[in-house]
């Protein structure tokens, strides 16, 4: 991976800390991330760059990464800098929020030490991080984890008496999804953190052969689905990240909309001439895809990708992350890691598996009485006794 983008970025002769490469800039990683080729350099303004976003931008394999805020900014242990920084990719931090308006995409970009030229001026000048300096801001970082833990609780609690009666029985109104879901398990998939490889070993364990879930993916959760092999059966939220394949792949389409009536994925929908539902429903799409199955009568509830560390909350950001803690508390035992669905299932003897083993051993206990002449005198004698 790092030899290809550093190929394609062109590292002059003899300064590795010179990068060439087209400049690729956007407010939102993860719509930059759609249209990012391998050599080019991104410019993104994103603070405290999480997890999901960083390994985005390596999958793209960018020759480096501008970033107009701070990649940490101390306020809590973030890993996602460090990410980058293991794959190779150089990084230029905290160069301001103007660049985004002096660079046009596409533009033969330099990176020099810790300044970005185009066209020959100097668009950005900011902090050039090394792996050793990004340790250092983490270690920093893990220092103030308190204190945004603490605010995340003050933020929860004050969601909660202010927003919890919207959750309430009867405060929903929930549409209807022509995928029967009672009894069953709901496998509900969010872009985050280690979707893909939990995905992979809910296949290899054999769980999603066996239970056949109702698969409910949020946004871009329908690709990785889709990337095993199988059709989603609910897409839920604003259709920013998912792909046209997944949008046109069959699934029932559900619309997240807020409570001032906006519903920022239905015009995408609609000049696709695609039908979708409205769920009109305060917090995340993650959080009213739980409450979607809950309602519709899921026997249980696996989370892929879902958001369930202290540090997933805080990348995610505390205003945004108090519902799910809610969701959750109201769901409780319904709900599961697929971590955890897949080392149970892994160690687990089930039905298939005793049947294989008993026909393995008749099967072995066939054709030892068919090589062995002993045995097949001992059927003759008992044969000729009862004949």
């Known amino acids: ?216 993916c949020v946004d871009g959760g329908a690709d990785a689905i889709i990337e095993l092999g199988l059709k989603p059966d609910v897409i839920i939220g604003d259709f920013d990240s998912v792909s046209e394949r997944g949008l046109q792949s069959g699934a029932v389409l559900i619309v997240h909309a807020f409570a001032d009536g906006r519903a920022p994925g239905a015009p995408r929908l609609e000049a696709l001439g695609l039908a979708y539902e409205r769920f009109e429903a305060p917090g995340t799409s993650e959080d009213i895809a739980m409450l979607l199955a809950d309602h519709h009568g899921a026997e249980l509830l696996v989370l892929v990708g879902s958001h369930s560390s202290m540090v997933d909350f805080l990348d995610k950001g505390r205003s945004g992350m108090s519902s799910t803690v809610l969701v959750r508390m109201m769901l409780g035992p319904k709900l599961v890691d697929a971590k955890g669905v897949s080392r149970l299932y892994q160690t687990s003897v089930r039905p298939i598996h005793l049947a294989a083993l008993v026909g393995s051993a008749c099967l072995t206990l066939a054709i030892f009485a068919i090589v062995s002449e002993p045995v097949r005198l001992l059927f003759r004698s008992i044969w000729y006794r009862f004949t």
């Open 1 to 216: 991976m790092r030899s290809r983008a550093r190929a394609a970025g062109r590292a002059a002769p003899g300064a590795e800390r010179v990068v060439v490469g087209a400049v690729r800039p956007d407010r939102r990683t993860k719509e930059l991330v759609k249209r990012l080729a391998p050599g080019d350099i991104a410019v993104i303004d994103h603070e405290d760059l999480d997890r999901v976003a960083a390994e985005s931008l390596v999958r793209a394999e960018p020759a480096a990464v501008v970033n107009c805020s701070k990649s940490i900014s101390g306020r809590y242990p973030n890993v996602g800098p460090l990410l980058l920084a293991a794959a190779g990719i150089p990084l230029l931090d905290d160069v301001g929020h103007d660049v985004l308006d002096r660079c046009t995409n596409g533009t033969t970009g330099t990176l020099r030490d810790d300044e970005l030229v185009v066209d020959g001026v100097v668009v950005a000048h900011g902090t050039r991080h090394t792996l050793e300096t990004l340790e250092a801001a983490y270690g920093h970082a893990e220092q103030n984890v308190g204190a945004a833990l603490e605010a995340f609780v003050s933020n929860t609690v004050e969601y909660i008496s202010r927003e919890a009666h919207l959750f309430m029985p009867g405060q929903l109104t929930f549409p209807d999804v022509d995928v029967d879901m009672a009894g069953r398990h709901a496998l509900i998939v969010v872009r985050g953190a280690d979707y893909r490889e939990d995905l992979m070993l809910l296949r290899q364990t054999g769980y999603l052969g066996e239970k056949r879930p109702v698969l409910i």
